[in-house]
């Protein structure tokens, strides 16, 4: 069964900006502007999505379109694409294509079909995309800045919304931690530097998809476990040992790195222990192969 879709804020955000929350799920968003009604991704299923346009009806301007944005082509952030009118424009990064060409996709898709509230999924992707850094959607009162934020997935993408200081990261930022793609020192690197990007923003509020949090101490936060990281590993006599084993020893365990809420859910501390082992590993890699990946600005 679908969990219910919630209006939410945060003290000081813009009252044109409202969060769509699905429980523990995920966090979408919706902008207002003086030109057209933009929603940040479409949440984990069709029902999800009618559910938040259907909250959202006394928040949306009704002689403005809709325009909705994908940040990434993670399931929990736009498979609810298919509940939209097929007129409605939905935006991503070129390489948003790229990741639904890719037999994983369709595989994702057939495993959580195994669930009844997946059962009426069908991918429906992106029908603007845009290559390169940035994409601006000049709304009027607001200005949307789209920007490639490379690393968690090649896909994603964040928005800067400079007239309120507020920059919507989805999943390049993210509490307690955030995942690297893969192993590859290289989305590592991609990762940190754009946390260093929504870093150098000076954001007021930065939003999250995951954690339930719009603190911009999470982006200093995020840097400062990578760089901790990279520190314990490099003092390591042997960097060849395995990821999974490595984190379960003293000082490289996830709550020795950052500050773990103390009543998480324990699915939920299952799932963020094993994004830290693929970060690991992914650092791991990285120092064998002499990659730089974060700089010295947030030694721990």
């Known amino acids: 069964m679908d969990p219910t879709v919630n209006l939410a804020t ?15 799920e995920v966090d979408a968003v919706f902008i207002r502007t003086e030109r057209c009604n933009v929603l940040l991704d479409t949440p984990a299923t069709p029902a ?3 559910q938040a346009l259907d909250r959202l009806a006394g928040h949306m301007a009704a002689d403005r379109p809709l325009l909705v944005i994908n940040s ?3 399931w929990d952030h736009f498979w609810g694409n298919a509940a939209l009118d097929r007129r409605i424009p939905i935006v991503a990064h070129d390489a948003a294509l790229e990741r639904l060409r890719q037999p994983a996709a369709l595989q994702i898709l057939d495993e959580k079909r195994q669930e009844q509230r ?25 200005t949307l800045k789209l920007i490639h934020t490379p690393g968690h997935t090649p896909d994603h ?5 400079p007239q309120v200081r507020t920059c919507l990261a989805v999943d390049a930022v993210e509490f307690p931690i955030p995942e690297v793609w893969s192993s590859n020192p ?18 007021d ?7 339930q949090s719009a603190d911009p101490a999470v982006v200093d936060a995020n840097l400062r476990y990578f760089s901790r990281l990279r520190d314990r590993v490099a003092g390591l006599s042997d960097i060849g040992v395995d990821a999974s084993v490595l984190a379960g020893r003293s000082d490289f365990q996830l709550q020795d790195l950052v500050a773990m ?22 650092v791991l890699e990285a120092c064998s192969a002499g990659v730089e990946f974060i700089g010295d600005d947030f030694d721990a």
């Open 157 to 161: 993408v964040a928005v800067w919304i």
């Open 72 to 74: 990434h082509m993670d």
């Open 261 to 282: 809420p103390k009543h998480m859910p324990d699915e939920m501390r299952a799932f963020y222990e094993s994004c830290h082992r693929s970060n690991l590993a992914a």
């Open 48 to 50: 999800l999505c009618r």
């Open 205 to 211: 509020h930065v939003v999250l998809a995951h954690g």
């Open 10 to 24: 945060y003290p000081g955000l813009d009252a044109r900006i409202v969060i769509l929350r699905a429980a523990d």
């Open 118 to 142: 997946f059962r009426d999924v069908e991918i429906f992707g992106p029908t603007l995309t845009f290559g390169g850094e940035t994409m601006t959607i000049h709304g009027g009162d607001l």
């Open 186 to 203: 290289a989305d590592l690197r991609a990762l940190c530097a754009s946390l260093m990007r929504i870093h150098g923003l000076q954001a």
